[in-house]
């Protein structure tokens, strides 16, 4: 049974993430040590709430380190919500640096007549990378559960895994390079088909 850590750093409720990933068949442990970050088979970086916050935590608590060699060890590493968006350079919201991870910034929803923001509640994606592992036993236009104010841009479209259409505006809704895959909406809020996506995670790390 594949190890999971679910990086805890003030950040939000993290226990249906871990409730998804159980379903699914692996052993999530919430922890903040960076030992157990390096011992685990893959990591989750889930957040909800402010940029600079995130990022304040994740330097109080020495995780920036970890969560870099984590990436660069190539292990399974899913990040969800502000856990995507701290993995970008900058961003709109606040002042601190993100992680640099992925080349790019965090920017606001434009405001247009007839638009909320946040953007909340269930949409639709449209798969930029269809057959990226996450969207495995999916539709090829999911609907998801968003919760956000802002949006990541990255500089490589490349990088890009998903899109979501919000008023005029079409933004960044998934990413995924590598062993490396991070999402704007909340798989955990999204019923079966986020619970299908945290299975699609976990089945990635086990072997064929």
């Not at 003030?10 to 998804?20: E, I, Y």
């Not at 011992?39 to 600079?52: I, S, T, Y």
């Not at 080349?103 to 606001?108: D, F, H, M, N, T």
């Not at 008023?167 to 991070?182: E, F, K, M, W, Y």
Request: glycine share 8%.
């Amino acid at each position: 049974m594949p190890v999971i850590a679910v990086v805890d750093y003030d950040m939000g409720n993290l226990h249906s993430v871990c409730k998804g990933l159980e379903k699914a068949g692996a052993k999530p442990k919430i922890t903040d040590s960076p030992e157990e970050i390096e011992r685990a088979d893959a990591v989750v970086l889930p957040g909800v709430g402010a940029f600079d916050p995130a990022i304040q935590h994740l330097r109080a608590r020495d995780l920036i380190n970890p969560i870099k060699d984590a990436l660069a060890s190539g292990k399974p590493f899913l990040g969800i919500c502000l856990g995507l968006q701290i993995l970008f350079d900058s961003s709109e919201e606040g002042v601190e640096p993100g992680l640099g991870i992925i080349p790019g910034a965090v920017r606001r929803f434009k405001s247009e007549p007839g638009l909320t923001i946040p953007h909340m509640g269930w949409n639709q994606l449209e798969l930029t990378q269809p057959n990226a592992p996450i969207w495995s036993h999916l539709s090829s236009k999911p609907w998801v559960y968003f919760v956000h104010s802002y949006y990541v841009d990255p500089v490589e479209p490349a990088v890009r895994a998903a899109v979501v259409t919000h008023g005029s505006q079409t933004v960044t809704a998934a990413i995924a390079r590598d062993n490396l895959i991070a999402v704007q909406f909340h798989p955990e809020k999204s019923s079966a088909t986020g619970l299908q996506m945290l299975a699609n995670f976990v089945n990635y790390l086990l072997p064929v």
